[in-house]
């Protein structure tokens, strides 16, 4: 392969990104012939096909997908070379890509915005998704840094806690048992509960919690696609809810939910910087995750009281 460049890798990320030879043109600002023989003298080269030429577009193989792979490992490398240099040249530079999962966007924004202020020569780019798009992220080396409250075992990761994440059982001001206390497991078992989907992390946290009651997990409640959802059904009386004390101290305050007085609630948690471990740390993201350690507990949403009725914070 000594004849291989970046300009085939380009190509052929082009490729699989807009599914066709003219799409793919267009993106590089080349003429689709040029692309064409690009990914000829590419296949040549190895000799195997990367692409099946389909009715849909091209589909990539298993060595296109390879190439793939390469490429965006190359590109990362790429990166980091710049923030490297930049390093030595002693600026404060860099960019970085901070992936969370959705129940953190309660506070990473703040959390951003307070990095940027003290590094505004480091550029940030913020995604937000469930556990499984932030997971297929990392995976992809689409982000850099993951903040998320329970650690992948999908890839290989670094994980550093900064923060406590105390997950709670919330239900609107007029439910029985909203002035209840110490509520048992079993009591609280027998409720409709509204639920994240499979995988998200608080969904697992509370699948454990239940794990010792027969059955109970086998019909856990309704799904429902984000917090913000769920807690507007809770509100609306559709049910109650397993979720992060982060996302709902708000609406207690308010006065629109309350939190539970559950026995072995709240569960306590942490949040995590995540990265991965098969890969070098960049400048940018050592610089973040020494922020986040000497920092990233003070922007997490301050809870104070979230039971009213007998005045204690989550966690006394």
């Known amino acids: 392969m000594r004849n291989l460049t970046l300009k085939h890798l380009r190509a052929v990320q082009a490729i699989v990104s807009g599914g066709k030879i003219v799409n793919a043109a267009n993106a590089l600002g080349l003429s689709p ?8 003298q590419l296949e040549e080269e190895i000799g195997l096909a990367l692409f099946d030429r389909t009715t849909d577009g091209m589909r990539p193989t298993a060595a296109g997908l390879a190439f ?22 002693g600026l404060r530079a860099g960019s970085l890509r901070l992936g969370v999962v959705s129940t953190a966007k309660y506070f990473a924004p703040r959390l951003m915005a307070a990095f940027m202020k003290e590094y505004p020569d480091i550029d940030m780019r913020l995604l937000i998704g469930n556990r ?22 999908d890839v290989p990761v670094r994980a550093s806690a900064f923060g406590d994440h105390p997950l709670v059982i919330v239900a609107p001001p007029d439910h029985p048992l909203a002035t209840v206390r110490d509520i048992s497991k079993e009591r609280i078992a ?7 989907e499979p995988g998200s992390g608080t969904r697992i946290s509370l699948e454990i919690f239940f794990s010792e009651i027969p059955g109970r997990i086998d019909d856990l409640g309704v799904e429902m696609g984000s917090n913000e959802t769920i807690k507007q059904a809770v509100m609306a009386g559709l049910g109650i809810a397993f979720i992060s004390a982060h996302t709902i101290a708000a609406e207690v305050e308010w006065g629109r939910l309350v939190v539970l007085d559950v026995a072995g609630m709240p569960i306590r948690r942490q949040w995590f910087g995540v990265m ?31 039971y009213p009725e007998t005045g204690r914070a989550v966690g006394q």
Not at 33 to 40: G, K, N
């Open 132 to 153: 499984a798009e932030t997971i297929a992220n990392l995976k992809n080396h689409d982000v850099d840094v993951v903040l998320m409250g329970r650690p992948t075992k």
């Open 33 to 40: 012939p040029a692309v064409t023989i690009q990914l000829r």
């Open 68 to 89: 793939v792979e390469t490429a965006r490992v190359i590109d990362e490398r790429l990166r980091m070379l710049e923030d490297q240099v930049d390093a030595i040249k």
């Open 276 to 306: 991965r471990a098969d890969r070098a740390v960049s400048p940018a993201m050592q610089t973040f995750h020494d922020f986040l350690m000497r920092k990233g507990a003070m922007y997490l949403p301050l809870l104070g009281k979230l």
């Open 190 to 196: 027998e409720e409709d509960f509204l639920i994240r």
